[in-house]
């Protein structure tokens, strides 16, 4: 079975099962959810399946990743970005778009495995 870097607009099943498996395979938790209130993404990732934590560094790049995907929401979407929170353990963005969801979704996954494989 492929191990998926995140899941996206799954059921609460799905969602578990993944969790399970980033666990066991020491992963982090990447998902991404439709919000009903603006039409784009709530992105998530959680740190607490695998066994390491963010470094300053990390946040500023996860940070410049960010940035980069408010500038194109208001710049095409007007304000439908909610916001965001980056600490070493857990990664929320609310607004993501559905252009660039799934590449902020691995390139968040591809930076977690940079600097922790």
Known sequence: MTFHKYLGDSKMFEYDKHYRE??????PFIKAKINPAHGNYYVNLDLMTCNYVFSELEQCEIKTLIETEIKFVKSNHSDSFNGYSINEEVIWI??????HVDSLCVSLYDLTQKHHD
């Open 22 to 27: 980033c666990q066991q395979q020491n992963k």
């Open 94 to 99: 609310d607004g993501v778009s559905s252009e």
